[in-house]
């Protein structure tokens, strides 16, 4: 239950990073956003018990800390573009070989335990099909920090992103009913109820491949 609570509380400061930043350019404090985030990640490095992710969580604090003095504005927007690259490439490396499932069946196995023929599949080109979102993103965040306004940066990273990733859901949920129109497919209520229990187990799962 307290996992939950953390990833709820983690989740809402990520998905009001944008707003923070925005407002903290309009204040003159455009460094709090990174240096609350430096201290989050710093936190998740002393907990990681994986060597290797214990680094990487540690990296990030320190570049962010250095970056909320020194180059305050660009640290602040380029954070969207290490989430979006972190998203690519936990979704990504799942789809090298020996590297188990893809990201988006250790989900589906949760409800299907037994699958049906090409399922899997289907999967693995789902996981693809977000890894290059990812990616994409990441390319838009690092052009809008670089070259857009502050607004536009901001509509982008706290509406735009979020907006394609219903489009994304919704549109691969009414796909689905046609490309396996004989299987019972949970309700949307159900599958994000699934997610958000089991999620930080497959997200670590994951990482300790």
Request: glycine share 8%; with cysteine.
């Amino acid at each position: 239950m307290l996992g939950i609570v953390k990833g709820v509380v983690v989740t809402s400061l990520f998905l009001a990073y944008p707003y923070l930043v925005y407002r903290g350019i309009e204040s003159g404090m455009v460094w709090l956003a990174p240096s609350i985030f430096s201290a989050l990640y710093l936190l998740q490095a002393f907990a990681a018990r994986n060597a290797r992710i214990k680094l990487y969580k540690a990296s990030i604090a320190i570049a962010l800390l250095l970056g909320a003095y020194y180059l305050q504005t660009l640290t602040a927007k380029v954070l969207p573009v290490l989430i979006q690259l972190m998203l690519m490439y936990f979704f990504g490396r799942t789809l090298l070989k020996g590297k188990g499932p893809s990201f988006i069946e250790s989900f589906v196995r949760l409800e299907f335990p037994q699958f049906p023929p090409g399922v899997s599949e289907y999967c693995r080109q789902l996981t693809w099909l977000w890894t290059a979102f990812f990616a994409f993103n990441a390319l838009m965040c690092v052009a809008l920090a670089v070259w857009g306004s502050d607004f536009w940066w901001t509509l982008y990273n706290g509406v735009f992103i979020y907006l394609m990733i219903g489009l994304l859901m919704i549109g691969e949920y009414v796909y689905r009913h046609f490309r396996f129109p004989d299987l019972g497919i949970p309700d949307p209520q159900s599958t994000i109820r699934t997610m958000i229990v089991n999620g930080r187990k497959i997200w670590l799962d994951v990482q300790a491949r």
